[in-house]
């Protein structure tokens, strides 16, 4: 007898012999098997001597893939878009949509060893570059509510990887006095892919939402492999690799756990759990802000552009702090005057990614600071970015005073003092 998606098979290959469940495989060529600890494996059909039918799929009526088992945790999920939301087309050999997201649990049944998925939210399906600081406050709204509601242990959120540590980061700012964990996980492969990082991600997210890490965190791989995952500081994490499921690395700070489908080890401290409190929604954003890099050659001009239509302006500057100023063709010192003198808030940033600004070091770095920039040592630049619009979207701190103050406060952890170098 033929075996069929849903049938439990063995599979001999020239290599191996493999157990697991059948999958529908969209792939050409490609016989995909859900190993018992749900990683989807693709085999080529060119590589199988046989299949054994171990057992047929139970038939009946289609069962739900959430199953309550009020035994576990409860955690909600809000699913966003993104790859991990997606699989392939093979008409245009892109990914597009799940037409229903919630297939993701008919694909990933795992999490359902972990945790009881008590609700899913919608509120969009976007990849994250269409994203905007409206669908971070969308987001924040829905964990404030599930946060403080007794039942609900954590939330999980799934995203795209694009821009993924600008939700992070947004959702650090947003959400006030955070009470219980809230994770973030993607996955790099479409989740109907063979070798999906999705099964271990969100398996591992639903470890993170039920522990008593009380934090926005970033959940994916630690590594290529697919052995665990790190969870990590949303307001100090950055996508830095194009493809790899361990694209997301921490920076300027370790990571806060190692992360095992079935345990959690710390690595550093953490704000701890505490199911008395409520968070506080605090989601004001001014979107009249910019992100900006230095280079060489760069036109002053931008700094008048900037302070006619722009309240601040986050600026990726070199290492420890330096830009074209004096000894330059292109002075940028006159422009920034201006731009400052004009009420524009102007922030830098380390372009290096690691590292901190040090503008003391060389006296160009103490002009500029002598000016009125505020330089944000080891924050990343999209935080910066993210918190600059948080803060000037808050009347209570208006003058330039108050707004630095703020942008130097160490609000979630964006800021690392321990940092050596
Ligand atoms: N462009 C997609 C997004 O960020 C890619 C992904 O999900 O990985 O939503």
Request: proline content about 3%.
């Amino acid at each position: 007898m033929e075996a069929k998606p849903g049938d439990r098979v063995s599979i001999r290959t020239v290599h191996e012999t493999l157990e697991g469940t059948l999958v529908e495989s969209y792939e050409a060529g490609i016989v995909l098997l859900k190993l018992r600890n749900g990683y989807n494996f693709g085999i080529k059909k060119e590589d199988i001597v046989s299949i054994d039918l171990i057992g047929k799929k139970k038939e009946g009526k289609k069962k739900e893939a959430r199953k309550v088992n009020s035994k576990l945790p409860n955690v909600d999920v809000i699913i966003t878009g993104g790859t991990i939301s997606s699989r392939v087309d093979y008409q245009t050999g892109g990914v597009k949509w799940l037409t229903n997201p919630e297939e993701l649990f008919e694909l990933y049944p795992e999490i359902f060893e972990i945790c009881n998925v008590r609700k899913v939210e919608i509120p969009f399906m976007k990849a994250s570059e269409n994203m905007d600081y409206k669908d971070w406050q969308e987001i924040a709204k829905i964990c404030e509510k599930s946060l403080n509601d007794g039942d609900c242990e954590g939330v999980i959120i799934t995203h795209g990887t694009d821009f993924l540590h600008y939700t992070a980061a947004a959702l650090s700012f947003f959400l006030k006095d955070l009470n219980k964990p809230v994770v973030l996980t993607y996955s790099q492969r479409s989740s109907d892919r063979a070798s999906s990082d999705a099964a271990l991600n969100l398996q591992c997210a639903a470890r993170v939402a039920c522990s008593d890490i009380a934090e926005v965190v970033l959940v994916g791989h630690a590594s290529s492999n697919d052995d665990f995952c790190y969870a990590l500081r949303g307001s100090k994490v950055r996508k830095l690799h194009s493809s790899r499921r361990d694209a997301f690395k921490p920076v300027n700070t370790m990571a806060i756990a190692r992360v095992f489908p079935d345990r959690i080890e710390t690595i550093t401290g953490h704000r701890t759990r505490d199911d008395n409190k409520k968070v506080k929604l605090d989601d004001g954003f001014n979107d009249k802000i910019a992100l900006i890099k230095f280079y060489p050659g760069m036109d002053p001009e931008i700094f008048d552009f900037l302070s006619t239509r722009y309240h601040g302006v986050v600026i990726e500057v070199s290492g420890l702090g330096h830009l074209a100023i004096d000894e330059a063709r292109k002075n940028l010192l006159p422009a920034i005057k201006r731009a400052i003198d004009n009420g524009l808030i102007v922030c830098a940033a380390c372009q290096t990614v690691y590292g901190r600004l040090d503008p003391l070091v060389y006296s160009p770095g103490r002009k500029l600071m002598n000016y009125g920039i505020i330089f944000l040592g080891d924050m990343l630049a999209e935080t910066a970015y993210v918190k600059l619009g948080f803060v000037l979207g808050h009347r209570q701190w208006k003058t330039k005073e108050q707004i630095r103050e703020k942008m130097l406060e160490n609000i979630s952890g964006e800021f690392n003092n321990r940092l050596e170098g």
